[in-house]
């Protein structure tokens, strides 16, 4: 279980993670799918590439619209990183304790559809166990059957041995 002090680190990580693979999203896979039956590359993408900036407003007590996603800009990964680098900066300043969503919160978010556009995209690389496992303790703790949606489909069985990545996607409703 990530503590909280490392909390803040691992979001930055999993910023990075998930700047590298919006990075290697190309305009030919717009339109494919993505484990978000509802969302192709593009809807997801937007979606994961405006994460930052919410969840920094959220965090400054702003109110945000988590259903309205604005489509992706010509330079999408660039602009996730900075808003990326702003909600670091923003933890840095508060600390742990700051009001909002709780970093754990935004790692979670991040881990979960970057590993869905990982696999839209057939991304080669493995993904941070540090970083999934800091979202499925987050997850694990308050994401309760009721709480799913339609965004999170129920528990994938998974081996006991299953990868910390695989877990938090078994656990997001995922096939792994």
Do not use: Y
Request: charged content about 25%; hydrophobic content about 45%; glycine content about 8%.
């Amino acid at each position: 279980m990530t503590s909280p002090s490392g909390s803040i680190q691992t979001l930055s990580r999993a910023i990075d993670q998930a700047g590298d693979v919006l990075a290697a999203v190309h305009e030919d896979q717009f339109a494919d799918p993505t484990p978000c039956s509802d969302w192709d590359v593009s809807r997801l993408a937007a979606h994961l590439a405006g994460a930052p900036a919410k969840f920094l407003a959220a965090a400054r007590g702003e109110e945000v619209d988590w259903s309205n996603d604005p489509p992706l800009g010509v330079e999408w990964a660039s602009s996730f990183r900075a808003a990326g680098d702003d909600l670091i900066h923003h933890w840095h300043e508060v600390g742990e304790d700051g009001d909002g969503p709780p970093a754990p919160m935004s790692v979670a978010e991040l881990a979960v559809h970057t590993w869905d556009l990982a696999k839209a995209i057939g991304w080669e690389r493995q993904l941070d166990e540090d970083v999934a496992q800091c979202g499925l303790d987050f997850m694990s703790a308050s994401l309760t059957d009721e709480l799913r949606g339609e965004a999170f489909r129920p528990q994938v069985e998974v081996a006991d041995d299953a990868s910390a990545v695989d877990r938090l996607a078994a656990f997001a409703g995922r096939q792994p």
